[in-house]
């Protein structure tokens, strides 16, 4: 295959091609605007860049195909759009730089919207709710996992959108919520104590182990309908299986392991920095 020909999408998707393009637009447009003190770190610009691009890549490029032919790489593009991408766009905490990137004209007649903004709002912090976090974290994975419901996906491009789309917006949903780190106050997203998101990461990472686990030792094909349409290589139904669960049990739960190394980190700095002005004051 010519290598450029990767790149070119599968199915074309005028939503996700808006989403990405007008997502890194919008952040330039932010940088351009941000005073010298407001600027990021290059480490949290690199951080957002690479996880818009990698939503990108396993969507509108031939991975797509692949992971519609292969279960394993399915599980791949799952790990990306639910767990990696949204884990580095989360990380970068970009929530400042994409609001001073909108237009104003979007700024004011969001304005002028009180109840739509008031609804979305309310919606948005009942999604954001530590056990309805979880839930649907966890939830949304086993969901799309059930043989029956996994079957009519693949083979229904609305479906297959839907199941897409669902993965990656809760991917941003929950790591957004591990990750804030503005004020008390400040923003919209509750701010949720260290110790608490150290018990959820471990508490979603339990499931998808036993998820995962439960696929890689499965004695028989559970994901028969890539048997229908064809694998895009020819490889042993049962190693394919074999290697999604290993995918979905693996990198997934050390993904929730990194997360809460993260903000263990972030604990010990916070306590540190309590401190020294106690110790100061004693001296």
Known sequence: ??????????????????????????????????????LPGTGAVSAFVIGVVLMYLVTQTRFDYWSQYMFFV?????????????????????????????????????????????????????????????????GLIAFWLTPEIHF?????????????????????????????????????????????????????MVPQIIIGASITFADSVWFDVYSVCGRAWPLDPMTDQYLGGLITWIPAAMMSVVGALIVLRWWIYSDHARLQPAQGENR
Request: proline content about 8%.
């Open 1 to 38: 295959m010519d290598p450029l020909a990767f790149f070119v999408p599968w199915e074309f998707s005028w939503p996700v091609q808006l989403s990405i393009w007008g997502s890194l637009l919008l952040y330039w447009n932010g940088l351009r605007r941000s005073r010298p003190h407001e």
């Open 74 to 138: 399915h599980r791949g593009q799952h790990l990306v759009l639910h767990h990696a991408a949204p884990f580095l766009i989360a990380l970068s905490m970009p929530a400042p730089v994409l609001a001073r990137g909108l237009p104003e004209p979007v700024k004011a007649w969001f304005g002028r919207r009180r109840l739509l903004t008031a609804v979305w709002v309310r919606s948005y912090r009942a999604l954001q709710q530590p056990f309805i976090a979880c839930f649907l974290f966890v």
């Open 152 to 204: 009519d996906a693949m083979l229904s491009s609305t479906l297959y959108w839907v199941m897409n789309w669902t993965m990656a917006l809760d991917g941003l949903l929950f790591w957004w919520l591990m990750f804030e780190r503005g004020r008390p106050g400040s923003g919209i997203t509750p701010r949720l104590g260290y110790g608490t998101r150290v018990l959820l990461l471990a508490a979603v």
